[in-house]
């Protein structure tokens, strides 16, 4: 038998290389499987990107999947193929903690639909990765179980709240994981960690499973090693689902946007860079936006061109209110949320014989359990949606936001798509903005805008500056995740930018 991957190892591969070497039989699923499991042995002392492995799990699902290459069987271009799952992120029988000690013991009582579908493709589970408590964070600092470090720089953060996700797949502990982006958090890992981040479209992907931070703002979607490893694992995920009445079939995502047709069917076969339009938003090249950065971001909008793009400056007038939009729109929707952990239904309580009443429970399991930035967000969210603060806040943020996908609705009549940076910095020093929040928030800011407006991004690796990875971010419009997933593939295969 000729091994013709005997020059990378099997924690190298990408989906298609590892699909070829499973069917071709050169290894096989436990193989594949062991060389992670043992990597992640090795590694995660390290980097800490999970908080728990599913050995036992990853074994069996990867021995059927043998059984079925040695019954000559087709299988799917997922099946065999180890993946990590953000624990925010239900898989049945696995403990799921979201990062926070109030949910420290809770097992998954069933499976998220991703996981779900992931799984009848024939996906490996290996296990479940670190995120910031409820996905609320930016850097991978605020997981109540340690950090997650930067497989690149061990002195830097990850970029959060997708941490663990995005330092497993950039440290080859798993060919892609999957994370969720409530207001960046599957990109600006991906940014920090050098690896491909897709937000797809609100509605493009099935919320049934994933602890909710933020519902309407909340979307599952995958990090890998590259644009086409992501667009698999996105076509898998996204599907119609009963059980979220949010997400779209294909049929329904022509008919968005107020009841307009799409100009352009949801799937796109192939298209030119000649006939591209690409905007590039003024608000976006600021002051704030690190020098550094922004020259890899000019070379990657010239290299668009030199492939035949045109080039637009456009204004997105209202991203100014984003980041103070997003921040009520936010609080407000966790504070929701995150009422249900009340120390009697799930995980950790602090009801014991001392205590008497049944508010002293609830206030102390609430206490104890949430860490600070949790309990931060929960009090400014009870606030904005108090009476007599409503209006002024909740109510115009609302506004706000509409106004905000306005300026983006007005921009795609004029561009196909938008060009941006992910983060306005470097990957920062661990530790270093945690006495500030606000400085945390900002790593958001030109991002969340897009959580808010509902649209698909991707963040891809751009270069490096000082040996750290910098992403570019690319905006589509809504229910066009497959034109943005094939313009960056198409741009990541004729020149690796
Ligand atoms: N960093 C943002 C926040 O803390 C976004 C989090 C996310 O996308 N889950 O709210």
Known sequence: ??????????????????????????????????????????????????????????????????????????????????????????????????????????????????????KNQGAIVLGKTNLDEFAIGSSGEYSAFGKTLNPHDLNRVPGGSSSGSAAAVADNLCVFALGSDTGGSIRLPASFCGVVGFKPTYGAVSRFGLIAMASSLDQIGPLAKTVENAKIVFEAISKKDSM???????????????????????????????????????????????????????????????????????????????????????????????????????????ANSKIKNLLDVYLQSREKGFGEEVRRRIMLGTYVLSRGFYEAYYLKAQKVRTLIKEDFNKAFQKVDIILAPTSPTLPFKIGEKMKNPLLIYLSDIFMIAVNLAGLPALSIPCGKVKNLPVGLQIIGKEFQDYKILEIAQALEETCRI
């Open 1 to 118: 038998m000729t091994f013709e991957f005997y020059f990378v190892e099997l924690t190298d591969l990408t989906i298609t290389q590892a699909h070829q070497g499973l069917i071709k039989k050169q290894f096989s699923a436990l193989e594949l499987a062991k060389a992670f499991l043992d990597r992640i042995k090795k590694r995660n002392k390290k980097i800490f990107a999970f908080l728990t492995v599913c050995e036992d799990l990853a074994f069996s699902q990867a021995k059927k999947i043998d059984d079925l290459v040695f019954q000559k069987r087709k299988i799917p271009l997922l099946a065999g193929i180890p993946c990590a799952i953000k624990d925010n992120i239900l898989v049945k029988d696995v403990r799921c903690t979201a990062g926070s000690k109030i949910l420290e013991n809770y097992t998954a009582p069933y499976d998220a639909t991703v996981t779900k579908l992931l």
């Open 244 to 350: 979220d009445s949010t997400s779209l079939g294909t049929d329904e995502r022509f008919q968005v946007s107020s009841g307009h047709l799409l100009e352009q069917p949801a799937r796109q076969a192939s298209f030119k860079f000649q006939d591209l339009v690409i905007g590039i938003p003024r608000e976006y090249f600021v002051r704030g936006l690190k020098p550094e950065i922004e020259v890899k971001i000019l070379e990657a909008i010239k290299k668009f061109e030199k492939m035949g793009a045109k080039i637009k400056e456009i204004s997105l007038f209202h991203t100014k209110y984003a980041l103070a939009t997003y921040y009520i729109v936010v609080t407000a929707e966790v504070s929701a949320n995150l009422a249900r952990y009340d120390g009697i239904r799930f995980g950790f309580s602090k």
